[in-house]
């Protein structure tokens, strides 16, 4: 046996408080990465009997299974496509879609015209998140959508904060830019629909920015690089279980590179999880910025000189694992404590780096 577990109360706790949170402001559920690793229709169940109804992907398979399983939810395709087979489907799919260059609008625009039929769409504006959007002074070409695209219903406007978990600063530069565009269109007679662009971390820092709608991924999952007051919790853990039992003497060695020597007798288990079921994938380092890869590099030097050790529970107790976590196993100090072949293992892993286990709501 070996899974993910989602705890089925914990994720509900989640949903709602953060629809407590949100107060009447419509809550996006977002869907991409199979639902954040935990199941992109089990995510959506859940979320639709708590009463969130709106969901937004970045798939064509994510859009057509959400259409399948709940025929009365919404849509929205957050990325912006071009393909003419993707937008004859989204439109099938009776998806909203997001129109994020001049180019997508003329493809969808003509599209739905050949089909007299008119595509609800969200503008996307690119505040700095560098993947779709117009730029916010490209009014003009914002507005000749409006002016000219007889087959696009605008029906919301949005833009993504690249920094929300980490810079104040930059989330209320982006903040500012929306919020003028915004302004600008209203005052010139154009409905801008929706207006939406927090994602988890601005939805929890920033109260004033929730505006029309929020797109919320992370926070349901309780996984937020910061403290938050709403109190969410992690929804879940990977379970195995204990696979061997051995009392190895000492100056014995466990795993690869020899990464432990036993200084004296010690009882090991081991345990049927590694790297490649996202064991220890957590503190993955994102190396993109100078100061990122400094910090990598303080971290990595503090952990040379203070040992950090992984902890997992055996049997409800905890336990340091020895050496290098391997593919699939790891090895786990149980000298102290009572265990058996076949006792229950809990670890911390990320859902989004889970592999190989299989996702059990519980
Ligand atoms: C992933 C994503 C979100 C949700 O982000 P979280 O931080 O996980 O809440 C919102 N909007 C867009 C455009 C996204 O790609």
Redesign the pocket.
């Known amino acids: 046996m070996k899974a993910y577990v989602v705890e089925r109360e914990a994720l509900i706790h989640n949903i709602q408080a953060l629809k407590r949170f949100a107060g009447d402001v419509p809550i996006w559920g977002?869907l991409?990465g199979n639902g954040y690793g935990i199941g992109l229709i089990p995510l959506a169940r859940h979320l639709w009997e708590n009463g969130i109804t709106r969901f937004?992907v970045?798939e064509m398979k994510e859009a057509e299974h959400l259409r399948e399983a709940f025929p009365e939810c919404e849509i929205l395709m957050?990325r912006s496509t071009a393909d003419p087979a993707e937008i004859n489907e989204l439109l099938d799919l009776n998806v909203i879609l997001t129109i994020g260059s001049y180019e997508t609008a003329v493809a969808v625009n003509s599209i739905a015209g050949e089909r007299s039929t008119v595509a609800s769409v969200h503008l996307c504006i690119d505040t700095g998140m560098g993947r779709y959007g117009f730029f916010p002074d490209q009014t003009d070409k914002i507005i000749s959508i409006y002016d000219y695209m007889k087959s696009l219903a605008v029906e919301g406007i949005f833009t993504?904060f690249h920094s929300a978990f980490c810079s104040e600063k930059a989330t209320r530069q982006q903040f500012e830019q929306f919020t003028q565009l915004l302004d600008k269109l209203q005052d010139a007679g154009y409905e801008t629909g929706m207006a939406h662009c927090c994602?988890?971390?601005a939805f929890l820092k920033y109260p004033e920015m929730h505006l029309d709608g929020v797109?919320?991924?992370?926070?349901l999952l309780g996984r937020l690089s910061f403290q938050s007051k709403l109190n969410l919790k992690k929804i879940g853990y990977a379970e195995c279980t204990v696979e061997e039992i051995r009392t190895i003497p000492k100056g014995s060695t466990v795993g690869y590179a020899a990464g432990f020597k036993a200084k004296e007798q010690t009882r090991v288990a081991v345990i049927g999880l590694g790297w490649y079921n996202g064991f220890t994938a957590e503190r993955q380092n994102d190396l993109f910025r100078v100061r990122d890869s400094l910090w990598a590099i303080l971290r990595h030097i503090r952990d040379i000189f203070i040992r950090r050790n992984i902890i997992v529970t055996v049997n409800g107790h905890k336990c340091r694992v020895l050496g290098h976590v391997g593919m699939v196993h790891a090895v786990v100090d149980v000298t102290d404590i009572d265990c058996a072949l076949g006792d229950k293992v809990v670890a911390q892993v990320n859902p989004l780096t889970v592999k190989g286990l299989r996702i059990q709501y519980r």
């Open positions: 977002v991409k937004a970045t957050m993504h994602n988890s971390a797109r919320l991924g992370s926070a």
